[in-house]
């Protein structure tokens, strides 16, 4: 009995460790600049800055987050980033990256966060989320182009 259990738990952690996505194979330059600029933007709302926040959108931006009816524009992005800046503050963030595929200047990548944040009243909330984000190198700089996000489940 006892030796079944052992063969059950070491299938276990094998089938965990080869059939898990692994993150150890080497990013290329391309790619570790835009995961910085993904980390950026979070630390952006830590920091409370909200002119940093508001510099990864590229001026095309087009949007699609889990709280949205429809999809959103430039505009009305910077309107949420002013909202949000006013009304919550990021306190933690933890993301994991599961790939950033480059096609030329374009940069897709799928992530997911788990956030803490606290309202201006002070209550604490947590939220998981997974991401679908878009960027676009322009003159240099990864832009985001467009951002969807779903709720985990």
């Known amino acids: 009995m006892k030796n079944s259990i052992k063969k059950v738990i070491a299938a276990g952690v094998i089938l965990v460790l080869f059939c898990s996505p692994s993150f150890a194979q080497e990013w290329t330059k391309n790619q570790k600049e835009v995961w910085s600029t993904v980390n950026n933007w979070w630390q952006a709302y830590v920091d409370g800055d909200l002119s940093e926040a508001k510099s990864i959108y590229a001026e ?19 309107e949420r980033e002013e909202y949000s800046f006013e009304n919550r ?50 003159d240099g700089k990864w832009l985001c182009i467009s951002s969807t996000s779903f709720d985990r489940l």
């Open 60 to 78: 095309d931006f087009r949007g699609w987050h889990a709280s949205d009816y429809a999809p959103t524009s430039y505009d009305k992005a910077l």
């Open 89 to 138: 503050n990021l306190v933690f963030f933890k993301l994991h990256p599961f790939a950033i595929d480059i096609r030329d200047d374009i940069a897709i990548v799928f992530y997911s966060s788990e956030v803490i944040e606290k309202d201006k009243n002070g209550s604490g909330k947590t939220a998981k989320k997974k991401w679908v984000e878009s960027f676009q190198n322009q």
